[in-house]
T-cell receptor
Framework: DSGVTQTPKHLITATGQRVTLRCSPRSGDLSVYWYQQSLDQGLQFLIQYYNGEERAKGNILERFSAQQFPDLHSELNLSSLELGDSALYFC????????????FGAGSRLTVL | DAKTTQPTSMDCAEGRAANLPCNHSTISGNEYVYWYRQIHSQGPQYIIHGLKNNETNEMASLIITEDRKSSTLILPHATLRDTAVYYCIAPEDTGRRALTFGSGTRLQVQP
């Protein structure tokens, strides 16, 4: 157990639907990062939050959004889902922004049918 | 980030040392080298990092050449559980960009 908790572990939904993935960072960590890993793309950085504020943005689609709440948990919202959004979504946390030692969660596997 | 080059795949016999190379010839003087691994479909796991001196922890050793253009991650006694994709990363020291993962080396430990 890395200390980073992601829910749900698995999610199956249909095209056009909306889902929310949740991440609780490791105790004491203020920064949360979201990554997407699909079969043909490798690990792609999506977005980072630090203490509730967005700090860095990667290849995140406009259909996707995220936020970090006062209790430091984060949610990644994926809407108007397409088949190509099927992927593993990983959350990672670190004590401070811009850290290069990240602790990753076990991931949420999203399947869009 | 400094560009890193790693072999696509490697095999290693169980119980033997696994030596995973990484070239990072464009690395700047203040950029560290980080190693992560990802066991199949699990979240990536931090292994070790270093700047210029060799480093060792409970998981692995990191050997960085004197010119810092390459490094080697050493798993001293590889087990089947070490089968994974290993990523060598040399991020910019700006503190403003998130870690970027390349393709890594797929290490297969053979029984």
């Amino acid at each position: 157990d890395s200390g980073v908790t992601q829910t749900p572990k698995h999610l199956i939904t249909a095209t056009g639907q909306r889902v929310t993935l949740r991440c609780s960072p490791r105790s004491g960590d203020l920064s949360v990062y979201w990554y997407q890993q699909s079969l043909d793309q490798g690990l792609q950085f999506l977005i980072q939050y630090y203490n509730g504020e967005e700090r860095a943005k990667g290849n995140i689609l406009e259909r996707f959004s995220a936020q970090q709440f006062p209790d430091l948990h984060s949610e990644l919202n994926l809407s108007s889902l397409e088949l190509g959004d099927s992927a593993l979504y990983f959350c990672a946390s670190s004590a401070y922004s811009g850290a290069n030692v990240l602790t990753f969660g076990a991931g949420s596997r999203l399947t869009v049918l | 980030d400094a560009k890193t080059t790693q072999p696509t795949s490697m095999d290693c016999a169980e119980g033997r040392a696994a030596n995973l190379p990484c070239n990072h010839s464009t690395i700047s003087g203040n950029e560290y080298v980080y190693w992560y691994r990802q066991i199949h479909s699990q979240g990536p796991q931090y292994i070790i990092h270093g700047l210029k001196n060799n480093e060792t922890n409970e998981m692995a050793s990191l050997i960085i050449t004197e010119d810092r253009k390459s490094s080697t991650l050493i798993l001293p006694h590889a087990t089947l559980r070490d089968t994974a994709v290993y990523y060598c990363i040399a991020p910019e020291d700006t503190g403003r960009r998130a870690l970027t993962f390349g393709s890594g080396t797929r290490l297969q430990v053979q029984p």
